[in-house]
């Protein structure tokens, strides 16, 4: 009895579905709606659809430069197991798409004169021999890929500038340099070190606002927030300008960041080989923990093209190795 009125029930649900005694197929009209529905359909999903690109953009750039990093970068032991996902992050954030301040002849822009030079420079045998004669305890890159450098000690110099009627001094004492040579994709790399310089200057100049317009940047007051005016704020930023360290030729400015805090990068920019591809002839890293400035610059074997993978390569480098430094 109950599978006769179980059968009766599924009888009557399937006539519910049964089509009217008179319907007759019609493709094209069926095609017709089909379409219509698929159009309201892909107008509504519009929106959300394009958010979700947005989102994944930078997700999908990543995986294909990981992708298409050479084998030799994924593969290279000394660079670690993080490196190729180092260098695609560098290369989206900064070398891509990072800010940047390009000005064509940056150390141009101030007079300068030498008011003590640094005498000759000293060869120490090692670190210990080094921190004897530069009256400080050096620090060297803990990086398993650099051998031990060559190192020498610079003697203290001193410097002074006119900027608008007022006359600034810059004094540095003694600075230990280490340089390698034809090692780790670098032609020459140098890391300069130094206890923190002392600028002489008039009360109530502002270095910050000096920097800008040393450079030849024009002034507002105030000064905007963010990059580039971040830059000028850095300890590094006036000294370094003060003492003609400024490249002259077109230089990048970019911001990045080390495990010790925010740092300044400078490229130094050319058309290589006579063409219009433009080149980092050589790259320089300003920074500066609670006791020590330092300043680390090179060139690369290979010179990378501006905002190419070898440029990535090169910064993720230069940022390994001063991470590095305790």
């Known amino acids: 009895m109950e599978n006769q009125d179980l059968s009766a029930w599924v009888q009557s649900r399937i006539e519910l579905l049964a089509p009217p005694n008179d319907w007759e197929p019609d493709l094209r009209r069926a095609l017709a709606r089909q379409a219509s529905r698929a159009e309201v359909g892909r107008g509504e999903r519009t929106r ?9 953009g930078v997700a999908l750039v990543l995986f294909i430069v990981v992708t298409v990093l050479p084998r030799t970068a994924v593969l290279a032991q000394t660079a670690g197991q993080w ?3 180092e260098e695609a992050w560098n290369w989206v954030t900064v070398v891509w798409r990072g800010p ?4 064509a002849n940056p150390g141009a822009a101030l ?3 030498t008011v003590k030079g ?5 060869s120490a045998a090692n670190v210990d021999e080094a921190g004897v004669l530069a009256g400080f305890p050096p620090r060297l890159p803990n990086a398993t890929f650099l051998p031990p450098p060559q190192i020498s000690v610079n003697g203290a110099m001193a410097t002074a500038a006119n900027w608008e009627g007022q006359r600034l001094t810059l004094e540095v004492g003694a600075t230990v340099t280490a340089t390698w040579r034809g090692t780790a994709g670098w032609a020459e790399l ?12 008039p009360p109530g100049l502002d270095l910050q606002v000096f920097g800008i317009g040393a450079l030849g940047l024009p002034i507002r007051r105030p000064v905007p927030q963010g990059f580039p005016w971040v830059l000028f704020v850095r300890t590094t930023s006036a ?3 003060l003492s003609g360290y400024l490249p002259r030729q077109l230089t990048a400015f970019k911001e990045v960041k080390l495990s010790a805090g925010p740092a300044t990068l400078m490229e130094e920019c050319s058309k290589g080989g006579g063409g219009n591809r433009q080149q980092v002839d050589r ?9 020590r400035a330092y300043v680390l610059r090179g060139k690369r074997e290979s010179a990378p093209s501006v905002q190419g993978w070898d440029s990535a390569a090169a910064l993720t480098s230069v940022i390994e190795i001063a991470n590095t430094i305790r």
């Not at 640094?118 to 000293?122: A, K, L, T």
């Not at 890391?191 to 310089?197: A, K, T």
């Not at 790259?283 to 006791?291: E, F, R, S, Y």
């Open 100 to 103: 940047v301040l390009l000005l």
């Open 83 to 85: 490196r190729p996902f």
């Open 239 to 241: 000294p370094a300008i």
């Open 283 to 291: 790259i320089t890293l300003l920074w500066n923990v609670a006791d």
């Open 190 to 201: 140098f890391l300069i070190q130094g206890q923190l310089p002392v600028i002489t200057m």
């Open 118 to 122: 640094p005498g000759e420079p000293q």
């Open 48 to 56: 959300p659809r394009r958010v979700l690109l947005g989102g994944t």
């Open 111 to 113: 007079r300068l004169q």
